[in-house]
């Protein structure tokens, strides 16, 4: 027996809800809330990620809740670009995850205040996007739901990834992946969207729509939508429908607002590729030694990108 305040105990001891107070809501998902908390012993602040067994199952997002899980579980806490799973635990009815808690919110929420970012705002926040990206690629996980809304910024306005509920972990070499059939595929994954799309379709790659196939360049490609939504405000394929918006991927149908700066354009232009083996980055022997190279970056220091620049 252990004695109930050994060190032994507390360390191996399982959360449960009724360590934390639970706050406000701070997230809300088709099939999960997400929970400011406080753990009542430590005071540390979390976001409790809070799913009800029975939509899961009704819902038929067992599977997405368990790869979210072990990406989580494989991202660990060795890249300060995204939240962190600090333990799980459920009761009768609920799971819950515990992550970090990120204090300032969507980097959504923060373009639509500014309009838009300025270059040095654009620029900053897109090497901290491509540093994390090198992280998470070399995990062989490709994200394939970056967006605004699943970029959170912490205390000190570092940008923390969330949502990983469509996460796919690449188990081969092979950098594409064909995925018909399979449920946990981004065939299943656009089956899916098409049926019970709340969020927007607005990010998804060309090969996602038309041969149900995702890859690590597919993120490069929501990187591409991100950037120019950053500078100018705007995302690059709007229109009335999902299916309207579809249609102006597939044909590459966007436009730059007028003055926009000229080393960005290019930049996004080369993200912006139907071929997903054509954009920057793609084929990239170590990643991604050509989107650091790109001349929008002359100036950035990867070693040390220092602190995120005023937002304006
Ligand atoms: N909303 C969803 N997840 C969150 C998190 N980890 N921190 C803050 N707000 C969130």
Same mark, same amino acid.
């Given at each position: 027996? /252990? ?8 360390? +191996? ?6 360590? $934390?107070? $639970? ?7 088709? $099939?999960?809330? @997400? ?15 809070? #799913? &009800? ?29 995204? +939240? ?15 992550? /970090? ?28 996007? +491509? #540093? ?9 996980? @490709? ?34 992946? @064909? ?17 019970? $799309?709340?969020? /927007? ?50 044909? #590459? ?31 990239? &022997?170590?990643?991604? /030694? ?7 970056? @002359? ?14």
């Amino acid at each position: 027996m /252990t004695p109930p305040n050994s060190v032994e105990s507390q360390e +191996v001891r399982k959360k449960t809800p009724l360590d $934390f107070i $639970f706050g406000k809501v701070i997230g809300e998902g088709s $099939f999960s809330t @997400v929970y400011l908390a406080k753990d009542i012993q430590t005071n540390k602040e979390f976001a409790i990620k809070v #799913l &009800e067994k029975i939509h899961v199952i009704r819902e038929k997002k067992t599977e997405y809740v368990m790869r979210e899980k072990e990406v989580l579980r494989i991202l660990g806490n060795s890249s300060q670009y995204f +939240v962190h799973l600090y333990s799980t635990f459920q009761d009768i009815e609920r799971l819950y995850f515990v992550l /970090t808690y990120a204090k300032n919110g969507e980097l959504l929420k923060y373009i639509n205040l500014h309009s838009k970012f300025n270059l040095e705002c654009t620029g900053y926040y897109t090497a901290e996007l +491509v #540093l994390a990206l090198e992280y998470l690629h070399s995990k062989k996980i @490709v994200h394939r739901d970056l967006k605004p809304e699943n970029i959170l910024f912490d205390h000190n306005f570092h940008i923390l990834i969330t949502d990983f509920g469509s996460a796919k972990i690449e188990n081969n070499e092979t950098n594409q992946t @064909v995925t018909n059939g399979d449920s946990s595929s981004s065939s299943g994954e656009l089956r899916r969207r098409r049926h019970s $799309f709340v969020g /927007t379709a607005q990010f998804v790659s060309p090969e996602m729509l038309q041969e149900s196939k995702s890859s690590y360049s597919s993120d490069l490609w929501a990187l591409g939508c991100i950037v120019y939504q950053m500078a100018s405000g705007q995302m690059p394929f709007v229109g009335g429908s999902e299916y309207l918006i579809f249609q102006k991927i597939l044909a #590459l149908e966007y436009n730059f607002p007028t003055c926009f700066d000229s080393k960005l354009k290019d930049f996004i232009e080369k993200l912006l590729v139907l071929d997903p083996e054509m954009r920057l980055g793609a084929t990239d &022997e170590i990643r991604y /030694t050509s989107i650091r190279g790109h001349d929008f970056f @002359v100036g950035t220091n990867w070693d040390d990108l220092g602190p995120p620049p005023k937002l304006s």
